[in-house]
């Protein structure tokens, strides 16, 4: 059976403001549909293990609805727990949260690589790119350099006032990378495919991030 495992933030503050984060319930749950719907098994990981923070909870969402019923969000792994050849597929889900602690996650990073090394899919979408700003290959090399990436881009961020909230701006960080970032419209459905990199903007492309996903597995 197709493993994929959905990785999770597990940082809660937004930055000096007061207000709370975590992941996009949307960003996790609408992927993990997709994967149930075709059969995958789905796991969680996240950065600190446990109970992730969520943020944009929809409870009238179907797809959250069934994410939070069935996904055992008390008690997620960590990279540490996990091996790569286990899985066939990463996807890195976005939230703010993401912005703070996806970089500095060594372990989950590594596990990421392992797993693309392994002939596997890494995703992810909206500020979930940022785990794969110190995703390295075994080569030494950052894994989005010289590839084609979507992610949360500048305008869309300045367009939600956090410009000067967030550590750093996710685009500019992914081209510093070397890697080719390609904008769409705000808050518009945007997916790149680069080989078995699949990355989306926002949340309104998690649906179609997690499709390209089983469309690259499908061809393995």
């Known amino acids: ?45 996240s950065v600190a293990g446990g109970k992730p923070p969520v943020d944009g ?13 069935e996904a055992d969000l008390e008690h997620t792994k960590t990279a540490a727990e996990l091996t790569a050849t286990d899985y066939d597929a990463i996807f890195f889900a976005g939230g703010h949260g993401a ?21 596997g899919v890494v995703a992810a979408v909206c500020h979930g790119p940022a785990g794969l700003i110190e995703l390295k290959l ?8 010289g590839k084609n990436v979507a992610g949360f881009t500048n305008a869309e961020e300045s367009a ?40 989306g903007q926002n949340p309104a492309s998690a649906r179609s991030t997690a499709t390209a996903v089983t469309a690259v597995l499908d061809k393995k």
């Open 1 to 45: 059976m197709t493993r994929v495992l959905i990785a999770l933030t597990s940082h809660s503050q937004l930055g000096d403001t007061g207000r709370s984060t975590g992941f996009y319930a949307g960003e996790a749950a609408e992927p993990w549909t997709v994967f149930k719907q075709a059969g995958y098994d789905v796991e969680l990981v």
């Open 138 to 145: 075994s080569d030494g090399s950052y894994l989005v350099d």
């Open 160 to 199: 939600v006032g956090l410009t000067e909230v967030v550590p750093f701006l996710l685009a500019d960080e992914l081209t510093a990378r070397g890697a080719i970032h390609h904008p769409a419209d705000n808050f518009t459905d945007q997916v790149v495919t680069d080989g078995r990199l699949v990355t």
């Open 99 to 119: 912005m703070w602690d996806f970089p500095g996650a060594k372990e989950l990073a590594s596990l990421a690589a392992g797993i693309y090394e392994n002939g």
């Open 57 to 69: 909870l929809d409870e009238a969402d179907p797809d959250q609805k069934q994410f939070f019923a």
